[in-house]
């Protein structure tokens, strides 16, 4: 039923487009609601991550699709080891691309999927599921809780089993769907939202980013090392393109490491060495390096 009394399939197509973009901005408010607790997550991911810590995903469905979606972002974008953040789909990699019947409802699937990444005290796990009952996601946030891992939900429902068993939990209350039942819609459009959010916000704060440039961005392309040699050229204040191209491939091609090599001086091996020791943050294997506490030598 929309706004106007009249059902769905009544409606024109520029109608059916208002009532859907109206439920847009319900999924925008109810994730922005839901800030604080976001932000208790991407504190977590930050504290553990020079621990070694892992960011891992759980999910069935289309709340599956979601974190593995954000997951599989992750690295091009930042330039993290594709270990440290993972995701967790029920029913597996089919079930990425195709309906995989009853796979959420095994709770024991859930909690031996935590058990194969043996998850840790180090770990923080976000369990993603719009009505908060999911057999195999609730199991398995509840074993990586009984495993030491930071436990945090995005769910739209706060009194569910999995906002209880969270030490984080992130409710999104975008309210009823237009499609009664579809979560791919509001419920997945926020669910979305607060995994772009927690993320991207945790990565710039581990120093992947130069204000707004991705600056740990992988070179795997020729489009991308042509993005990482303009980046290199305005942050090392280099007009020429073919000297900062050279630069990145004396760097192995590496953007981090080519730009603590041109803003502080020091050869390679040693921009590597600093970049280590920060756990990649560009910004403190700068200050690092600028330092000059014998890393270089």
Same mark, same amino acid.
């Given at each position: 039923?929309?706004?106007?009394?009249?059902?769905?399939?009544?409606?024109?197509?520029?109608? =059916?487009?208002?009532?859907?973009?109206?439920?847009?901005?319900?999924?925008?408010?109810?994730?922005?609601?839901?800030?604080? !607790?976001?932000?208790? +997550? @991407?504190?977590?991911? +930050?504290?553990?991550? !020079?621990?070694?810590?892992? =960011?891992?995903?759980?999910?069935?469905?289309?709340?599956?699709?979601? &974190?593995?979606?954000?997951?599989?972002?992750?690295? !091009?974008?930042? &330039?993290?080891?594709?270990?440290? @953040?993972?995701?967790?789909?029920?029913?597996?990699?089919?079930?990425?691309?195709?309906?995989?019947?009853?796979?959420?409802?095994?709770?024991?699937? &859930?909690?031996?999927?935590?058990?194969?990444?043996?998850?840790?005290?180090?770990?923080?796990?976000?369990? =993603?599921?719009?009505?908060?009952?999911? !057999?195999?996601?609730?199991?398995?946030?509840?074993?990586?809780?009984?495993?030491?891992?930071?436990?945090?939900?995005?769910?739209?429902?706060? $009194?569910?089993? =999995?906002?209880?068993?969270?030490?984080?939990? +992130?409710? +999104?209350?975008? $309210?009823?769907?237009?499609?009664?039942?579809?979560?791919? #819609?509001?419920?997945?459009?926020?669910?979305?939202?607060?995994?772009?959010?927690?993320?991207?916000?945790?990565?710039?704060?581990? *120093?992947?980013?130069? *204000?707004?440039? #991705?600056?740990?961005?992988?070179?795997?392309?020729?489009?991308?090392?042509?993005?990482?040699?303009?980046?290199?050229?305005?942050?090392?204040?280099?007009?020429?393109?073919?000297?900062?191209?050279?630069?990145?491939?004396?760097? $192995?091609?590496?953007?981090?490491?080519?730009?603590?090599?041109?803003?502080? $001086?020091?050869?390679?091996?040693?921009?590597?060495?600093?970049?280590?020791?920060?756990?990649?943050?560009?910004?403190?294997?700068?200050?690092?390096?600028?330092?000059?506490?014998?890393?270089?030598?």
């Amino acid at each position: 039923m929309s706004g106007s009394g009249r059902l769905l399939h009544e409606l024109s197509t520029a109608e =059916l487009l208002a009532v859907l973009e109206a439920a847009d901005d319900d999924a925008l408010q109810a994730a922005h609601a839901a800030a604080a !607790p976001t932000a208790r +997550v @991407v504190d977590a991911v +930050v504290r553990c991550w !020079p621990r070694g810590g892992r =960011l891992i995903y759980v999910g069935a469905g289309t709340s599956g699709r979601i &974190g593995a979606l954000d997951a599989a972002e992750c690295a !091009p974008t930042f &330039g993290v080891d594709e270990a440290r @953040v993972r995701a967790v789909i029920a029913g597996g990699a089919r079930a990425l691309t195709h309906a995989v019947e009853g796979a959420e409802d095994s709770e024991e699937a &859930g909690r031996e999927a935590i058990e194969e990444l043996d998850v840790g005290a180090a770990d923080v796990v976000v369990a =993603l599921s719009a009505s908060g009952a999911t !057999p195999f996601t609730c199991a398995a946030l509840e074993e990586a809780m009984r495993r030491g891992a930071t436990g945090a939900a995005i769910t739209c429902s706060a $009194g569910s089993r =999995l906002a209880a068993a969270a030490r984080i939990a +992130v409710v +999104v209350a975008v $309210g009823r769907e237009v499609i009664d039942g579809s979560t791919r #819609m509001k419920a997945g459009t926020a669910q979305k939202l607060v995994c772009n959010a927690i993320s991207t916000a945790a990565f710039i704060r581990l *120093g992947r980013v130069w *204000g707004e440039h #991705m600056v740990a961005v992988r070179t795997s392309s020729d489009k991308l090392r042509l993005r990482a040699t303009a980046i290199l050229q305005k942050l090392a204040d280099c007009d020429d393109e073919e000297a900062a191209g050279a630069l990145l491939a004396e760097a $192995g091609n590496d953007l981090p490491t080519a730009l603590l090599m041109a803003r502080s $001086g020091v050869a390679r091996p040693a921009a590597q060495r600093y970049l280590e020791r920060a756990h990649g943050d560009v910004h403190r294997a700068l200050a690092l390096a600028l330092a000059g506490d014998g890393l270089a030598s």
